[in-house]
């Protein structure tokens, strides 16, 4: 591997990276610490559109780490960023499957957000249905909110995923992601849907933006292979993958990609370093 060297900035993932579930790495609070003691700035980047920067925030404090609402990125922030560039908030309204982190930067761009059953075949309301359709991971997922999706999305909206992670790391293991329903949803409705988070560039190229660093001094650290590394691939910068969480190194005889750096944890990010 080439030299752990010439690096400003971080664009750091965090499910399998800081924590499983509400449990944290070891080694959380020291990797941050050095993070702020070598001004190496960084951005979260996460696929995981379910909390709100504020949510992150408070989750992280809880773990003994300060971070700012400036730090964090989420696949529905990047995602309300490009719908808010390819359509009019004022004239769109958004089905969404998701919790507050997927619905509250919606919001915040100027998105009207529908309700169940909210549809056009409503006769004395016809124009009462959804133009767009976000998919985001949902803890409170129901027969109910798929229906609509797919009713919205038969009805031709746009059908957005903030991320297609099919698997998601908790403190019991791997669970189904936001990437299973997705699936569910386009079976039934036969659309793909436009992915916005990682491996797509798009969330990477406006972390970037954020930190104002050169590409070519900032790293991307993640645990998935076809996500975290291969959107650093896509956006042309180093990436460094750890073990702590989806992906092995035997996931690399099936990929004709692979990170500039494999290393077990972020403690021993921690302490390349300080090296």
Known sequence: MEPFINIRALIIDMDGVLWHGDQPMPGLADFFQTLREQQIRFILATNNASLTQEQYVIKLAQMGVQVTCDEILTSS?????????????????????????????????????????????????????????????????SWDKLATATLNIRAGAQ????????????????????????????????????????????????????????????VAIGDRLETDILGAVRTGIRSLMVLSG????????????????????????????KN
């Open 159 to 218: 059908f957005i995923g903030t991320n297609a992670d099919t698997t998601l790391p908790t403190e019991r293991g791997l669970t189904h992601g936001n990437g299973a329903i997705l699936a569910a949803l386009q079976a039934a409705t036969g659309i793909t849907p436009t992915i916005i988070g990682k491996p797509e560039p798009i969330i990477y190229q406006q972390a970037l933006a954020l930190l104002g660093i050169d590409p070519a001094q900032t």
């Open 77 to 141: 922030m990047a995602t309300a960023l490009y719908l808010s560039k390819h359509n009019n908030p004022a004239e769109s309204r958004v089905f969404v499957i998701g919790e507050d982190g997927a619905k509250q930067p919606l919001l915040d761009h100027g998105f009207t957000l529908t309700k169940l059953y909210e549809l056009n075949d409503d006769k004395d309301n016809p124009n009462m249905g959804a133009d767009i359709v976000v998919c985001g991971k949902d803890s409170t997922l």
């Open 246 to 273: 989806v992906s092995t190194e035997d996931d690399f005889k099936t990929t004709d990609y692979r990170p500039t750096w494999v290393m077990p944890d972020i403690r021993a990010v921690t302490q390349a370093l």
